[in-house]
């Protein structure tokens, strides 16, 4: 399954910010993918949408890579199929 976390966080992350997937790696940086913090924001939302979930904000300023994200993403998502 989390490969395939991996490749849809990647897709949203590609179309939000307008780059091809190739370009973005699991160990990228929100820093080297030039991610603001606005940018941050629409992307939460986006995930939020992709995946159903609701992103806690404390957990959303902690996030600094796509790693980072495939991980917070694969607890709340463990979390929604035990509720």
Do not use: Y
């Amino acid at each position: 399954m989390k490969d395939e976390l991996t490749q849809r966080v990647i897709a949203v992350i590609a179309k939000s910010q307008g780059v091809g997937v190739e370009t973005i790696l699991p160990e990228s940086t929100f820093v080297a993918l030039n991610i603001d913090s606005l940018d941050g924001l629409r992307l939460i939302f986006a995930l939020e949408e992709e995946f159903g979930v609701d992103i806690p904000d404390d957990a959303a300023k902690m996030f600094k890579s796509v790693g980072e994200v495939v991980q917070g993403l694969e607890t709340l998502l463990e979390r929604k199929v035990v509720s």
